[in-house]
């Protein structure tokens, strides 16, 4: 993965949450809130699983493991 790749990817996770949030809300307005939270989730986990993997891939490329790979250079 290169850095604008890990850019892109941590674009679409924030989108994905974002998302989520405005899911919810809008279903919270015709539908009940538990229909509303099974709405959301979806996004939500999957915005948040990709933002945790992020993490991961960043804390392993700051320490030297797995080095993200920079396309300017």
Do not use: H
């Amino acid at each position: 993965m290169d850095r604008s790749g890990f850019v892109r990817l941590s674009l679409i996770a924030f989108g994905l949450v974002v998302v989520s949030f405005v899911v919810r809300g809008l279903s919270r307005i015709v539908f009940e809130v538990e229909l509303a939270n099974l709405l959301q989730a979806p996004f939500a986990v999957v915005g948040f699983g990709l933002l945790v993997y992020l993490f991961v891939r960043a804390t392993l490329d700051a320490v030297g493991i797995w080095e993200v790979k920079n396309t300017e250079t």
